[in-house]
């Protein structure tokens, strides 16, 4: 690559991740409501939308972020969910 190039490389914004909450029929709605409160900052009306959202539609994006937020917040909520003993499922995805 010339120097140009590697410039040029170094100004692209990094490639970010959604991470989304995927529907299960045993998480308590309000422990994903807790859960986008806690770990993404949500208020308590936008943690209940997306909470529903992902009720009805079976996934909620939680947050767009880079890499390693991204993976921190899935092993953070996967974690807390597993400590409380729910089957919640956090993924994250380029886009």
Sequence with gaps: ATKVESQERLLEPPPMYKVTLLNDNFTPMEFVVFVLEQ????????????MLKVHRE???ICGVYTRDIAATKVELVLRRARQDGHPLQCVMEEI
């Design 58 to 60: 079976g996934r909620g």
């Design 39 to 50: 770990y993404f900052h949500k208020d308590r009306e936008s943690a209940t939308q997306i």
